[in-house]
């Protein structure tokens, strides 16, 4: 594996899955890009900075000649894979990342550790570590993406260290994370805190999140954390900051322009003429507050009984973790609470609700933002939630409302130009829901206008 060099100033991102996906095609393997990611946020570096991005390829790749051709096909795109085998994947990703870490993080209950998923994710973060020191040359910026590697940094740190290399390392944490009692539910916490802290900078979504790292630093390893965003720890000194993540929302105004997403939008306005369409778009996940969102709506729908056949919800529920089993039984509540809900609220002449559990292309994705009267957000638990950017996006000329759960990430941001609620409260939800259909044009302007200044100072 080569190195880093040249002149530019270099950089490593890491994260546990590469933005790329890699297929095989008449023998060889082919790699491209996926959509979105932070390889594009990131594309304008490239005059500056020589980036190599680390990650696993998505695929298991045992035959030696295979790995060489998945690396050749990755190198167009500065990326460099870390082949794990499938079980090993399947253990850190699905057993401790997704199934321990990832519901902790999201203040959610009913935890079970267990220690063979901590043992492949310490191994999975240790073949990551090997596999970026022998890249990274002194003066390289190490940075590390997201939970599934929070041990990385101190291994890192130990690594560089003995072949007397002197790197940055900066950490994002792309999740919430908790208040300290709810992260003492985690045997392996000290762990992962002490990976963290062999960071030199680690970031977080909001101050409430950044807060609790450090509150969590203090208490649990009588860290020193007296001067404001920084914690002193084993003679290290560790800044803290919040860094908003964003979207590129000329994108979007882009994508609308085009003649294909024109026409869409034309057929969708008269499909739904004299109707108030309401537009959720969520990855199928307990954090998104799904079921509460269908339990929010039905009870608003039996609370004005006068909107029968005038309000639509348009719920995009996009597929995630189909192999774990917790995520089948939601997709299965979800689609028997659909059902009901539209047994229930159906008339001859429609029903209330449309649920698709499916991914929705980029094209028609802004073209329903852009016919939504209102897009509704529950996330019981979220880092941020970039949906509701997206929505922003798109309504420039409509002036759409946006009703935000007071427990995503981005309502800490822009609660002042949306209508805020607690998800579990149905009553509150099915208020905020008819507040944003009857709305007044005037406050719906000014909602907005804060909201897309907000969005367009916090591109990515």
Sequence with gaps: MGSISGGK??????????????????????????????VTSLAGLTKSTQFQWFGWPGLEVRDLGDREEVSKSLEAHNAIPIFLDSTLAHEHYNGFSNRILWPILH???????DDTPWQAYKRVNELFADAIVESAESGTLIWVHDYHLMLLPELLRHRLKQQGKACAI??????????????RNLPVRKHLIEGLLSSDLIGFHTDEYKQNFIDTCASLLDARTEIPNQIQYKNRLVCTNKFI????????????????????IRTLKERYKGVKV????????????????????????????????????IQVAVPSREDVKEYQDLERDLCTMAGKINGKHATPEGTPLLYMHRSVPFAELTALY???????????????????????ACQEERHGVLVLSEFAGASSFMS????????????????????????????????YEYLRNFVNENTR
């Design 9 to 38: 100033q270099n950089l490593i991102i890491v994260s546990n899955r590469l933005p790329l996906s890699v297929k095989r095609v008449d023998g060889s393997f082919q790699s491209s890009l996926s959509s979105g990611g932070l």
């Design 107 to 113: 203040y959610q209950s009913g935890v079970t550790f």
């Design 170 to 183: 900066g950490f994002s944490l792309h999740t919430p994370f908790p208040a300290g009692d709810f992260w």
């Design 278 to 313: 309401i537009v959720g778009v969520d990855r199928l996940d307990h954090i998104k507050g799904l079921t509460q969102k269908l339990s929010g709506f039905d009870t608003f729908l039996d609370d004005h009984p006068e909107l029968q056949n005038k309000v639509v919800l």
């Design 245 to 264: 993540v964003g979207i590129d929302p000329q994108k979007f105004t882009d994508t609308l322009q085009t003649p294909k997403v024109q026409d869409r």
């Design 370 to 392: 852009s016919v939504a009267d209102v897009c509704l957000l529950t996330s019981t638990r979220d880092g941020m939630n970039l949906v509701a950017f997206e929505y922003v």
């Design 416 to 447: 002042e130009g949306s209508i805020s609620f607690h998800p579990a409260n149905t009553t509150e939800m099915s208020e905020a829901i008819f507040k944003a259909i009857t709305l007044d044009p005037s406050e719906r302007k000014s909602k």
